[in-house]
């Protein structure tokens, strides 16, 4: 089995599956764990030569912001408070395993799927409710997504031969950017189609620039495609009456933000601890030690985490090919929350900063960019502000009357448990197809 086969059985309904497709990678990681961690080292002592001793970087992550064009400060805070708001998901995990029926979650059940509404959306439906969805936000969005459709740059269909997944390409400023989704139907899919018309729209808004400065840069690149997505879930909790269906929306936006927020930003803090452990000529063990350690301040009690986890580390290819990178996906991810978070409190006055933010593309730096709107990204204020619209989310779930404390008739629980049992059978039987 390859990686990607083996992961995908995190998501599987069965705890067992679940607990296995991590074993075997730990197995694996684990053998080969001295020979990485080895290689690990050495990368971590070339990068030290190179960038603080040589070049005088005051510190090895200072060379990665550079890269990004954001201050060493704004990184500082971004993962401050990252530590400090550790605890919504430690929350978010403890109410999960109620919903999944288990007392406690074990590491390996964070990703487990919680009963799925099985609602669909024609190709139809799903343009209408994003166009209306960016209209209803700002008429100026809205047609610009329409103009995707109308010049004939969408590729939506699935069929034999095409790729998989889903892109947008803006490839020249003065033209229409091309946007290819595999559209199925699903609620997912139909946030996937807002996400990349929100990449098209924010080209379309920097087309005044010119080739080599209409690209927004790194930190920037997923602001416009992941407030697209905001603004379409909003527009659906709003409206969306079965619970189950606002359940799943739900989860699933927390899930994927704890993924790109806190787990990326504890990989970057494990790095950093990781570069300096290394040149005190720390071992392989040491390193494991410390990674075992990063985890158990980020779970806390909320999991029950299994040794083996200390080999996680040696896995991450980010580390060694691209040290630091990854907070750059915390980075844009909480940009948006902490930004849709001003949005809900200035109500309009924020749009027209917004769409000056978009139509910069990459001609500035971020951190100019968001101060002409505002906003200072060295401040941890404006960064807790994204924690906060993740608060709100967990506790609007907390509040759903299924599987939380609160939910008193064991009646409508143990049919909600049917409904799952039912949907997990239904995908058994879906899988077994598919083979
Ligand atoms: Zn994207």
Partial sequence: MTAAELYSFRYSSDPKVRAESYQSQFKVLGEDGPIL????????????????????????????????????????????VAKKNVGIFQRYFKMKAKYIGMKKLRRYDIYAPVAASKKTYNWDEAVNMVLDAFNAFEPKIGSLAKRVFDHHRIDSEIRKGKRGGAFCWSYLPEETPYVLVNYQGTGREVATLAHELGHAIHSMLAEHHNTFTFHSSLPLAETASTFAEMVLIDKLLSEEKDESVRRDILFKQIDDSYATIMRQSYFAIFEKEAHDLVMKNASVDDLCKAYLDSLKQHFGDSLDLSDEFKWEWVGIPHIYHT???????????????????????EGESFKPKYLKILSAGGSESPENILKEAGINIRDEKFWQGGFDVLEKLVSQLESLPVGTKKAKPTAKKKAVKKVAKKSVAKKKTAKKKKK
Avoid: C
């Avoid at 001793?53 to 201050?71: C, E, G, H, M, T």
């Avoid at 990178?325 to 409190?345: I, N, P, R, S």
């Fill in 37 to 80: 961690g080895q290689m690990y080292q050495t990368r971590v002592r070339d990068w030290h030569n190179e960038n603080v001793n040589l070049r005088k970087f005051k510190s090895p992550i200072a060379a990665r912001n550079l890269s990004n064009d954001v201050p060493d400060e704004a990184v500082e805070a971004l993962l401050n």
């Fill in 323 to 345: 040290p630091f990178y990854v907070y750059a996906y915390a980075f844009g991810q909480l940009l948006v929350l902490a930004l849709y978070q001003q949005y809900k409190a």
